[in-house]
């Protein structure tokens, strides 16, 4: 069987990012340690050769895809060339080296935002591709889904027991806090912070603050990726897969629910801002609700436990205490 446990050297892809960190995190806390990463100056994911030749010496059984390029809405929007392109290069080159170098469990990660805009919701696993895609992020969409489609046919074609999460928004520490590439929770936090210490009477928050989203803490999100990695047998993946339309994917949600506008109040309250919230229309507002339906993963004995109230209050301690250090990253 190819759950993971203790003996197995296990790959983190992304180790020092939202999802990747908590990675980490998440399996020191369960006591792995035979656990390798590499920095980008290490390991160029974008080099095919490079990515090759890190698997024929580390010999990983185990890789979590926690890398990739990531951004909010005005990122996608802008950088829509970038997005499509070193996403499908670093998703290519890390789950064909993983099946050319017999890794035996593989965790790749799309995202609730590649389903298509007007899915019904909750959104359910077999919803990928059945109806047009949000544009702004389109080019991220479109390169996650072939990363999806390519972990489900190594696993139809040779049997290979990669698997595929699909998050839902996602927001903790080493979060990217940049102004403008940020996801909305981080940009938001960040913004609200440093109006309430610069005295501001107002901030701006984009679009109409009527869509929807849910938020779920990036520990919690990595307590799933490990949970389903030990005890999710392949032949549950299997089965998945085996059911039309055959992707091999699992809806990671089950987080809180809210409005673009409850969230920056939520995030005012906690940080005591009584300024005025004055939304820009002129701004998109991307999809107006994907949330998802979790309940095979519910099912499978997980749940989150990070409440988004909790998460918020660790977020901002977590962002006043590093943003000296935190280089804010660029898309
Ligand atoms: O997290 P976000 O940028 O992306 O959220 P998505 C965008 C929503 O938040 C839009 C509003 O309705 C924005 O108008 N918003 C309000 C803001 N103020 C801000 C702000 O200051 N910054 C940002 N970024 N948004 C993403 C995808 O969609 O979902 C990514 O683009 C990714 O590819 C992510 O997959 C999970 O949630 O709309």
Redesign the pocket.
Same mark, same amino acid.
């Given at each position: 069987m190819t759950y993971l446990t203790h003996k197995d050297k296990i790959f983190i892809a992304g180790h020092k990012g939202l999802v990747g960190s908590a990675i980490m995190r998440n399996l020191e806390s369960k006591g792995y340690t035979n656990i390798v990463t590499k920095a980008r100056n290490e390991l160029d994911l974008l080099d095919q050769h490079a990515v090759k030749d890190f698997y024929r010496r580390e010999k990983p059984s185990v890789v979590f895809i926690a890398a990739a390029k @990531?951004? &909010?809405?005005?990122?996608?929007s802008h950088f829509r060339a970038e997005?499509i392109y070193e996403n499908l290069q670093i998703q290519n080159n890390l789950i064909w080296g993983a099946y050319e170098f017999d890794v035996h469990r593989l965790v790749f990660l799309g995202?609730?935002?590649?389903y298509p805009k007007e899915a019904p919701q909750p959104i359910r696993e077999n919803c990928l591709l059945t109806s047009p895609l949000?544009y702004?992020?389109r080019p991220?969409?479109v390169a996650k889904i072939a990363g999806i489609e390519l972990v489900s046919s190594l696993r139809a074609q040779f049997k290979r027991d990669f698997f595929a999460a699909m998050?839902?928004?996602?927001y903790g520490p080493h979060d990217n806090f940049h102004?403008?590439t940020?996801?909305?929770?981080p940009?938001?936090l960040r913004?609200l912070v440093e109006a309430k210490e610069n005295d501001e009477k107002r901030i701006? @928050?984009? &679009?109409?603050?009527r869509?929807q989203?849910e938020f779920l803490y990036s520990d919690d999100c990595a307590d799933a990726l490990v949970h389903m990695a030990e005890k999710i047998s392949e032949s549950d993946f299997d089965k998945i897969l085996n059911t039309p339309p055959y992707w091999c994917s699992v809806n990671v949600g089950g987080g809180d629910e809210v409005s673009?506008r409850e969230l920056?109040e939520m995030i005012a309250k906690e940080v005591e801002f009584s300024g005025k919230l004055e939304f820009d229309p002129s701004?998109?507002?991307?999809?107006m609700r994907?949330l998802m339906d979790s309940s095979l993963l519910v099912k499978w004995g997980w749940k989150p436990k990070i409440t988004l109230e909790q998460g918020i209050r660790d977020t901002i301690n977590w962002y006043k205490k590093n943003r000296n250090r935190y280089q804010v990253a660029a898309c």
């Amino acid at each position: 069987m190819t759950y993971l446990t203790h003996k197995d050297k296990i790959f983190i892809a992304g180790h020092k990012g939202l999802v990747g960190s908590a990675i980490m995190r998440n399996l020191e806390s369960k006591g792995y340690t035979n656990i390798v990463t590499k920095a980008r100056n290490e390991l160029d994911l974008l080099d095919q050769h490079a990515v090759k030749d890190f698997y024929r010496r580390e010999k990983p059984s185990v890789v979590f895809i926690a890398a990739a390029k @990531v951004g &909010g809405i005005y990122a996608n929007s802008h950088f829509r060339a970038e997005f499509i392109y070193e996403n499908l290069q670093i998703q290519n080159n890390l789950i064909w080296g993983a099946y050319e170098f017999d890794v035996h469990r593989l965790v790749f990660l799309g995202s609730s935002c590649i389903y298509p805009k007007e899915a019904p919701q909750p959104i359910r696993e077999n919803c990928l591709l059945t109806s047009p895609l949000e544009y702004t992020n389109r080019p991220y969409a479109v390169a996650k889904i072939a990363g999806i489609e390519l972990v489900s046919s190594l696993r139809a074609q040779f049997k290979r027991d990669f698997f595929a999460a699909m998050p839902t928004n996602l927001y903790g520490p080493h979060d990217n806090f940049h102004p403008k590439t940020s996801h909305v929770l981080p940009a938001l936090l960040r913004r609200l912070v440093e109006a309430k210490e610069n005295d501001e009477k107002r901030i701006t @928050v984009w &679009g109409t603050g009527r869509p929807q989203r849910e938020f779920l803490y990036s520990d919690d999100c990595a307590d799933a990726l490990v949970h389903m990695a030990e005890k999710i047998s392949e032949s549950d993946f299997d089965k998945i897969l085996n059911t039309p339309p055959y992707w091999c994917s699992v809806n990671v949600g089950g987080g809180d629910e809210v409005s673009i506008r409850e969230l920056a109040e939520m995030i005012a309250k906690e940080v005591e801002f009584s300024g005025k919230l004055e939304f820009d229309p002129s701004q998109p507002d991307g999809t107006m609700r994907k949330l998802m339906d979790s309940s095979l993963l519910v099912k499978w004995g997980w749940k989150p436990k990070i409440t988004l109230e909790q998460g918020i209050r660790d977020t901002i301690n977590w962002y006043k205490k590093n943003r000296n250090r935190y280089q804010v990253a660029a898309c």
